[in-house]
């Protein structure tokens, strides 16, 4: 896989994790196949670090995400492109569980 296609297979997993829509059983099973995961994108790296504790206190809102990553020395994050469904698609209707970089 190019590092162009591994960098989005990455954002629309990052996005996944974000969606509350997907069942929180799918979003864990998608967490623990990215565990051991080494992301191309160090902010990639970074934010999916921040998800998994996140995860773990219930729903993840933006303002949440936002707050953990300034709060660990990440305060330029763009948080909004994580809940943003990929490619204009609706990962709401879309998800099949499938995804994994």
Do not use: W
């Not at 623990?32 to 990639?44: G, K, R």
């Not at 790296?45 to 995400?65: A, C, H, K, T």
């Not at 936002?66 to 709401?92: C, I, M, W």
């Amino acid at each position: 896989m190019d590092r162009e296609t591994l960098f989005a297979t990455e954002l629309q997993a990052l996005r996944v994790l974000c969606d509350d829509a997907i069942s929180r059983e799918q979003r864990r099973g998608l967490m623990q196949s990215l565990a051991d995961h080494a992301f191309i994108e160090p902010e990639h790296q970074v934010v999916f670090e921040s998800i998994r504790v996140l995860f773990l206190r219930g729903p993840i809102s933006e303002e949440q995400l936002r707050v953990h990553l300034n709060n660990r020395g990440f305060p330029d994050t763009d948080v909004e492109k994580y809940f943003q469904s990929a490619r204009g698609e609706d990962t709401r209707r879309q998800h099949t569980g499938n995804v994994t970089p």
